[in-house]
């Protein structure tokens, strides 16, 4: 996947220069801020990502240096190349639906990403919970669509007894197919528990990647 690759470029550091405090997540996210139709500046950036304005103009800069966005005077515009990757992962990962909290959640805010065809690499869920708490969500619930129903990896009942109002939201908003997998990212807020899920979806797309 030439996609994560350039991903995990951006992310690393520039020569001798200090390891970014910026992740990959904070790199797709920005390239969907900027893939807003019009020029975006460095302030919208930072508050959006939740960056300080040094860790956003190091971000902008490794973006620039691999070619996916151009910086001109008006603020900042995705190249064509920036527009390909972002809708590379726009294919692979899609979402960020907002669900209630639930008996499959940790939190009061849980926001779902699916990630298509990922089911292989999926054992008991526990690695995606890891990463969404390393990225500092509460946890994370990982969902797979075998047999044309969402099922818990490893778990034979079902986990949708009390909760079917979730499963239709999930079927509703995410609309799997065979082998994709759905990662709810929990936490206090909407935009941790959002990017515990994206992380998560990451991680995970490494793993099939690696496989």
Same mark, same amino acid.
């Given at each position: 996947m030439r996609s994560l690759e350039v991903l995990e470029k951006v992310a690393e550091k520039l020569a001798s220069g200090r390891a970014p405090t910026f992740s990959e997540v904070h790199i797709v996210m920005a390239l969907e801020t900027i893939d807003s139709g019009k020029a975006v500046g460095r302030m919208k950036l930072s508050k959006t990502?939740? +960056?300080?304005?040094?860790?956003?103009?190091?971000?902008?800069? @490794?973006?620039?240096?691999?070619? +996916?966005?151009?910086v001109l005077r008006s603020g900042i515009v995705l190249s064509e190349s920036g527009g390909k990757l972002l809708s590379d992962f726009r294919h692979k990962i899609r979402g960020e639906t907002e669900i209630p909290k639930s008996s499959l959640t940790v939190e009061s805010f849980n926001v !779902?990403?699916?990630?298509? @065809?990922?089911?292989d690499a999926v054992s008991c869920g526990l690695e995606q919970r890891d990463t969404a708490i390393k990225a500092g969500a =509460?946890? !994370?619930?990982?969902?797979?669509?075998?047999?044309?129903?969402?099922?818990?990896?490893?778990?034979g009942e079902d986990i949708f007894h009390n909760a079917k109002s979730v499963y239709d939201a999930l079927i509703s908003a995410l609309e799997p197919e065979e082998n994709d997998v759905i990662i709810i990212g =929990?936490?206090?807020?909407?935009?941790? !528990?959002?990017?515990?899920?994206? !992380?998560?979806? +990451?991680? +995970?797309?490494?793993?099939k990647r690696d496989r």
């Open positions: 990502l939740g +960056l300080g304005e040094g860790a956003t103009r190091t971000l902008v800069k @490794h973006l620039r240096k691999e070619g +996916l966005v151009e !779902a990403v699916l990630v298509r @065809h990922a089911a =509460s946890g !994370a619930t990982t969902l797979v669509f075998i047999n044309n129903k969402l099922v818990m990896p490893g778990i =929990s936490a206090d807020d909407r935009f941790t !528990a959002e990017f515990g899920a994206r !992380a998560a979806a +990451l991680e +995970l797309l490494k793993s």
